[in-house]
Structure formats: C-alpha cells, structure tokens
C-alpha cells in the first residue's frame, strides 16, 4: 500500500472550473464549525449563487449564535440526523480533510469520492477528496479561498445586504482575523495582511466583525473574569498564577462552564508571569484544568511547556495552551497543580531548586 500524502493534487483554475460546470453543490466542513469554516462554507455559497448554481450548506454540530448573525439568509441544515439528498453532483470540504472532523456526513461522503473536491490549510487529513488544494502556508482557509472567488470571475463585493447578511468578503476576513487571533498568531504574515487589506477594500467591515465575534458575551461571563482575577495567587517571584472557579461561583452568577473559554489568559498581562493556570471545579470531586505559557522573550531564553505539566496529570495539549482533568476536590487539586507548578518554573531555571512558593 502506498503511504497517503495530503497534498494538493490539482489546481485552483482546474477546481474552478468543476464548480462552474456543477449543477447542485453541498458545501460542508469540519464539526463544531468556528469562525473560518463558517466563513469558508459561506464565501463558496455567495460566490456559487452569484453564478446562479444552486447549493446548500450542511453543518455538523452547533453553530454560535454570533457566526450565525453572519449568515441568516443560508439554508443551513445538520447533519445527522438528516442526511444530504442523492441529488448533488459535486461536494465541496472547506477547512478539514480529515475524517474524524466528517463522521456525522461520513457514510454519505466515502460513497462519492470522485465528486468531492476538497480546500484546506491543515498539514494533516485523509483521502476524502478526489481532488484537493491545500496549502498549509495559507493562515486560514478562507485565505486560500480568495484565490477560488477570484479564479470563478465572482466580485469579493458580491453577497451581502442590508439585513446583516456578509459579503463573500466579509466571510473571508471572518475566517481569516478569527483563525489568526486578530492577526497575531505566528501563522499571519505578510501575505495573509495583504489578503485582509484586498477584503477591507472590498468592502468587509472589521469593526463589525470584531463587535459580533469578541464583544459577545453574557454579564455572567465578566462576573465570573472578576472571581476568577480575584482569587489569583501568584506565586515563584510572580512567575505563575494560580486561579480558582468554585461550585459557588457558578450559582451565584449563572455562568456556564462553556461561557469561560479564555479566563485563563487574563493574568498573561502581568510582565513577570510566564505561566497560567485556572481550575474550575466541575462537580464535588473534579476539576478542570487550563493551562497557558508565555514563548520565550528570545530564542534560546527558557520557558514552560505547559503540554507537559499538563501531561503530569493526564492531560495534554500544545506547548503554549494545554488542558486537564483531575479527580480530586478543588483545594487538593490546586495543592497539587502548586507542586507541579513550583517543580516546572525550578526545572526550567526560573526559580533556584530548593527554593519553596
Ligand atoms: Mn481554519
């Protein structure tokens, strides 16, 4: 058997041309569908009904209520329980090629191969698409797509209206600012800032990107920021911060445990602190664990690999963001997360051996 490479095996000119030739198009793209494949399946929808070739948008787990402010008007539908109808003659993947990220279309797609044409920037997938375009220099898929609405002859400008519904440049800046963290990642360079400055000139509005994506929260949330920050305890010269969200937390403010992606990160505005952490009690007897370092200053300079620490306890992730589960009550979790804390900042050489919290 020969050993699968993901790695773009036509041209765009060339998967253009499919989708103009195509009469009935499923666009769809990874589960838990975030900014970029939101804006990615909506950018081919618009530039496909501006060629008047019909298709619709299947999703796969819940789309937010703020991704979906962008696009009320697309007939999303869920998959399962329904399944696609069997009329479609070409299907378009955005933003995945794997199959872990397709199960609930999974049975529906390993039947037609040979009609599905796949775009990505993800150095990993499967043989889903018989025909596909990846390129992982692209920070986001919708990046690499404004190269498809150029080739199909589709004006970036076309799609929107009135009623809140995005641009097909608006999508492709909404995928791009959301998959580069407003453009900060590693990953945005200066061709992904010359992709946004062509999507700002046709027309797409950051500001409101920004206001509906990030400024979209529930009080609860900013209450339980405010516990959080309040129960912060720094400790190894301010090198790592420890924070805490209790059972009582959670009742008092209403707050759900989904509504709190980010807390974690608050503390990384203190200069010293390279390390951050927040358990939040899940019941009597677990906790949940975010972990958050700093990159080192400067090459070569040390710092925590919280994928690591995390691993200590089971749990695992990226260098600089990473996550557990431990089975204990809150106060003997944050005992134990301390220990490891304090052993991983002497390790790196942040605080001398022996020296205590
Ligand atoms: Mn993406």
Not at 87 to 103: E, F, K, N, Y
Not at 179 to 207: M, P
């Amino acid at each position: 058997m020969t050993s699968f490479e993901y790695t773009s095996n036509t041209t765009m000119e060339h998967l253009a041309g499919r989708l103009k030739s195509a009469r009935k198009v499923l666009v769809t793209s990874h589960e838990k569908p975030d900014g970029d494949a939101i804006g990615s399946c909506a950018a081919v929808a618009r530039a496909l009904r501006e060629l008047g070739i019909e298709n619709e948008v299947w999703v796969q787990g819940a789309i937010s209520d703020s991704l979906l402010e962008f696009v009320p008007d697309l007939p999303i539908r869920e998959a399962p329980p329904d399944q696609p109808s069997d009329d479609h003659d070409l299907v378009v993947i955005v933003d995945t090629g794997a199959w872990s990220q397709l199960q609930p279309l999974e049975s529906f797609l390993r039947d037609r191969r040979d009609s599905i044409i796949g775009f990505d920037h993800h150095a990993r997938g499967d043989d889903v698409a018989s025909e596909r375009l990846i390129r992982v220099e692209a920070a986001s898929c919708t990046e690499l797509l404004v190269s498809l609405v150029d080739a199909l002859g589709v004006s970036l400008e076309a799609g929107g209206d009135d009623s809140g519904r995005c641009s097909i440049a608006e999508a492709l800046l909404l995928g791009l600012a959301t998959d580069t963290g407003w453009f900060r990642f590693e990953s945005c360079g200066a061709d992904s800032l010359r992709v946004a400055a062509r999507l700002v000139e046709a027309g797409a509005d950051k500001s409101r990107i920004f206001r509906i994506i990030e400024e979209n929260d529930r009080p609860a949330r900013i209450l339980m920021s405010g516990r959080a920050q309040q129960s912060a305890e720094f400790i190894c010269g301010d090198r790592a911060v420890l924070m805490q969200l209790a059972p009582a937390d959670f009742e008092e403010t209403t707050a759900r445990p989904e509504e709190l992606s980010g807390l974690v990160n608050a503390p990384m505005s203190v200069r010293s602190v390279e390390v951050s952490v927040l358990i939040t009690a899940v019941d009597a007897d677990g906790v949940k664990v975010s972990f958050r370092s700093k990159p080192p200053l400067d090459p070569g300079s040390p710092f925590i690999d919280v994928n690591q620490l995390a691993a200590v306890f089971g749990g695992g992730g990226h260098v600089h963001a990473a996550g557990a589960r431990i089975q204990l009550p809150l106060a003997a979790a944050k005992d134990a997360v301390r220990d490891a804390l304090v052993a991983a900042l002497q390790d790196a050489g942040f605080v001398d051996s022996g020296s205590t919290v």
